[in-house]
C-alpha cells in the first residue's frame, strides 16, 4: 500500500513466518530497512489502508480474539480505535478521506462517517448493500475498490460457471463426413492452401469432386464446390 504522495510504502509480513502478519512501513529512498508499525506478539495484522492525508492507519487485526477493522494514528502509532464491532475486514477510505468503507463478518459494506478535527473519530455508520452477489477471494485482500464519485467497482456473479474442458475423439473423420452430407459450403475467410488444407472428396449424385478444407481450428470456413 502507498502513500498518495508517493514517500510511504507499506507492507505486510507473511502470515506463516515468525511475527504472524505484522505491518511495516519503509520510505523508499531513505530507510534502508523496514520498521515495524504494528507487530504484537501473536496478533495477525491484515489490510494496511492509508488515509488519503496519510494521517490515519486502518488495518484488520484480531487483538480481542476476531477479526475487526482499526484505526491509529500514522507514522506514529499511539492510540487505537476499533471501527467494526461485530467482525470485519477489507478497509478502504473515500478519496476525500472522510468515509471509510469495510465489509461487516455479515457480507454487508458497511460505511463509517469521519467527524472533522484533530483527533480521529467516527460519527455514524450505516449499512449499504449486501456483497453477497459479489466475488470474494478471501478477506485478507481487499476485493473491490471506491471511484472518486463514491462508486463500487466489484466483480459480480453472473450465473454459475459453465466453463467446462472438452475432449473430441475423431473429431476430423466427424467433420469430413459432415462435409459430404452437403455441395456446397460458403467460405468467408482467406484462400485455403494446400499447406494448411487436407483433402476431402465431396459426392453428389453422380458427378464427384476434389475440394479443400482450412485447417481445424476453423472447420467452419470450409469451402467446397460440386463439379
Not at 515468525?18 to 512501513?25: R, V
Not at 464491532?85 to 458497511?110: N, Q, V
Request: charged content about 20%; overall charge positive; proline content about 7%.
Amino acid at each position: 500500500e502507498w502513500s498518495r504522495d508517493g514517500r510511504w510504502l507499506l507492507l505486510r509480513t507473511d502470515d506463516q513466518a515468525p511475527g504472524k502478519a505484522d505491518i511495516l512501513a519503509v520510505r523508499p529512498g531513505i530507510d534502508s530497512v523496514a520498521r515495524p508499525l504494528l507487530a504484537s506478539p501473536d496478533v495477525a495484522e491484515y489490510s494496511p489502508m492509508l488515509s488519503p492525508d496519510a494521517r490515519w492507519l486502518a488495518y484488520v487485526s484480531n487483538e480481542d480474539g476476531r477479526y475487526e477493522v482499526r484505526v491509529t494514528s500514522f507514522p506514529e502509532v499511539r492510540e487505537r480505535w476499533r471501527i467494526s464491532t461485530e467482525g470485519g475486514s477489507e478497509p478502504a477510505w473515500s478519496h476525500d478521506g472522510r468515509e471509510l468503507f469495510y465489509i461487516a463478518d455479515d457480507g454487508f459494506m458497511m460505511r463509517a462517517i469521519v467527524a472533522p478535527g484533530a483527533e480521529f473519530a467516527v460519527s455514524s455508520q450505516r449499512r449499504l448493500f449486501s456483497t453477497a452477489p459479489y466475488a470474494r477471494y478471501g478477506f485478507f485482500n481487499r476485493n473491490y475498490d471506491v471511484a472518486r464519485d463514491g462508486t463500487f467497482l466489484m466483480l459480480r456473479f453472473a450465473g454459475a460457471s459453465t466453463s467446462s474442458l472438452v475432449a473430441v475423439h475423431g473429431w476430423a473423420e466427424a467433420l469430413r463426413a459432415r462435409t459430404r452430407a452437403v455441395s456446397r459450403v460458403f467460405h468467408y475467410g482467406p484462400t485455403p492452401t494446400p499447406s494448411t488444407c487436407s483433402s476431402v472428396r465431396i459426392t453428389r449424385s453422380t458427378t464427384t469432386s476434389s475440394a479443400r478444407c482450412p485447417s481445424i481450428l476453423h472447420p467452419t470456413t470450409c469451402m467446397a464446390q460440386a463439379g
